[in-house]
């Protein structure tokens, strides 16, 4: 398997619920970020890990929780989300062995995530 | 702040026509790096190109091709002779070499392409 693999591929979750996304990377990369992306709004960067430490995180909601194990698997816990929180959530990574986040990020295929 | 504006919000063609996707950027760094990107039904963000802010030379790949004009902040990418299969999503980004600064996206444009 190459690229960048997510799973599930879609998830139905109520608002009580507890879930996780998760995200896999066979490109030997450094760097690994989640991005959210709503209909009709651009694409919206979540968080960032560079070499398993996180750099970024863009006020997201603490419903929103991530985990990087290590650089190539990527965690994304859910919980009491709301049903605004529906969206296709992408996950990337990009090389940076400078750390200076500069390389072409690659992207998997998402998780459609429905909050019912 | 920089910022990407695709100002097409949805092309339809017929197929075999040609096609162009405009982007426009603004940033006031000197040295970035443009991006195109191709996103299917199926949802994944396919690579398609990068250009560094050094190198205005057209690139073609195929029936793709780029034109990249600083003078005008422009990035645009035309579709020769269009196919089915290139409907999708086209985004175009911009990112900063100055330092851990986020991927900024357009909104994207949708191209339909009828057979």
């Known amino acids: 398997e190459t690229g960048v693999t997510q799973t599930p591929r879609h998830l139905v979750m109520g608002m009580t619920n507890k879930k996780s996304l998760k995200c896999e990377q066979h490109?030997?990369?450094?760097?690994m970020y989640w991005y959210k992306q709503s209909a009709k709004k651009p694409l919206e960067l979540m968080f960032v890990y560079n070499f398993k430490e996180q750099t970024e995180n863009n006020s997201v909601p603490s419903r929103f929780s991530p985990e990087c194990p290590n650089s190539s698997h990527l965690f994304l816990h859910l919980h009491t989300l709301q049903p605004e929180d529906s969206a296709l959530y992408l996950c990337?990574?990009?090389?940076?062995?400078?750390?200076?986040?500069?390389?072409?990020?690659?992207f998997g295929p998402g998780t459609r995530l429905t909050v019912l | 702040a920089q910022k990407v504006t695709q100002a097409q919000t949805e092309i339809s063609v017929v197929e075999k026509e040609d096609v162009t996707l405009d982007c426009v950027y603004e940033t006031r760094d000197t040295t970035y790096y443009l991006f195109w990107y191709k996103q299917p039904p199926s949802g994944e963000l396919v690579f398609l190109i990068r250009?560094?802010?050094?190198?205005?030379q057209n690139e073609i790949s195929g029936r793709y091709s780029w034109n990249f004009q600083k003078s005008t902040s422009s990035f645009n990418f035309t579709i020769t002779a269009s196919q089915v299969v290139d409907s999708a999503v086209y985004f175009c980004?911009?990112?900063?070499?100055?330092?851990?600064?986020?991927?900024?996206f357009g909104k994207g444009t949708r191209l339909s392409v009828i057979a």
């Open positions: 990337a990574s990009s090389h940076d062995r400078s750390g200076g986040l500069t390389d072409t990020q690659y």
């Open positions: 490109l030997g990369h450094n760097a």
């Open positions: 980004a911009l990112l900063l070499n100055s330092g851990n600064t986020p991927l900024v």
């Open positions: 250009r560094n802010s050094f190198d205005e």
